[in-house]
């Protein structure tokens, strides 16, 4: 059941990706809801599963968007197996740091996109590509921020339930 819900919830996503967020568009930067709950799974479930969604909402947005098919699929499957293998880790730093990871995980996933696209296409400058990369990250964490915040308060709680039940029928 929870399985089926993340794919409706992803494949409405897409649509939103692509007419929604538009209009909230800084200097032709604007946030990647996609990349947003790529990573809310990855910190939620596990590398695994959070790869695989990102592979899948990665491919639907390579068909969708009438770019180069591929680029999204594996910069989005990268962007979800390292929010996976961060997501035990990341819930017990401070929300700075939460930020920080954020931020250079986004960097690290618009420069491998730029990366696959200059290598598909041709004319990409660089350069431009530096400036894309930065307000991406910076765009992106201030959303995921937003809205993951409550999600990871919630993953906090539960994880202290859980610590907090196991150490009781410790002392029994």
Partial sequence: MKNALLIIIGLLIIPLQSSLVNSVSLWGV???IIFIFVYAIGLTYNEEKAMLMGAGLGLAADIFSGGPLGMNFLSKAATGFAAGALGRRILNMRLRLQILVIFFVTMLEVMLQITLLSVFSKGIMFSVGIKVIFLQALYN?????????????????EREWLLSAKESILIR
């Fill in 30 to 32: 604007k946030p990647d």
């Fill in 141 to 157: 964490s201030l959303f995921t921020f937003v809205f993951l915040w409550p999600l990871i308060k919630k993953l906090k709680r």
